[in-house]
């Protein structure tokens, strides 16, 4: 596999730290949870929250969609609920990637249920080739046309997660 520097460490910190004085400035005193997807976001998560000049909770919640290939296998499963109530709660969805929009949607879908009295998106990556769900993304990090990308986070049949910096990877 060709892996190829797309996002440098540099330039994800500076985007990252944009986003907190966003997020901040918009939530100001009303204490959201942020909710990361599990596993992909942990990185972007870890370094959001404390970047963030808020108050504010954590939960997480796990979406499993890909198996071992680089294609969506349409199938999404839940197989972790947030903690912590949401009834009421401005509640912020954090995610590494938007790809087709399948995972957000169902978890939008799911923590509907819990009548929240906001649920917003906010992704490091929105990358838009492949997406078939119409997806309303309230902050995004960096959009994306198309590419298969790894690290800070991304995996590729679980590998290349801890990497610092987002790459590009071709067969
Ligand atoms: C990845 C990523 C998103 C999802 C995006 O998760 O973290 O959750 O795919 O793709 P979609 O928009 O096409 O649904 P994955 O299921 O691979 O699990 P991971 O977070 O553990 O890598």
Do not use: W
């Amino acid at each position: 596999m060709k892996k190829t520097l797309f996002i440098s460490r540099d330039a994800i910190a500076q985007r990252v730290a944009e986003l907190a004085r966003e997020i901040a400035r918009d939530y100001g005193q009303d204490k959201p949870i942020l909710i990361g997807v599990l596993n992909g976001s942990v990185f972007f998560f870890a370094d959001l929250v404390r970047a963030l000049d808020l108050p504010c909770e954590i939960d997480f919640v796990r979406a499993a969609s890909y198996g071992m290939s680089m294609d969506s296998s349409g199938c999404i499963r839940l197989t972790k609920e947030p903690e912590i109530p949401l009834e009421g709660r401005r509640v912020l969805l954090v995610e590494d990637i938007v790809d087709t929009g399948q995972t957000i949607s169902l978890l939008i879908e799911t923590l509907r249920h819990q009548n929240p009295q906001e649920l917003k998106i906010c992704v490091l990556i929105d990358k838009l080739e492949r997406r078939t769900q119409e997806v309303p993304i309230d902050y995004y990090g960096f959009r994306v046309e198309e590419g298969f990308l790894v690290g800070y986070g991304l995996d590729y049949a679980e590998q290349y997660r801890q990497l610092p910096e987002i790459f590009t990877l071709e067969p």
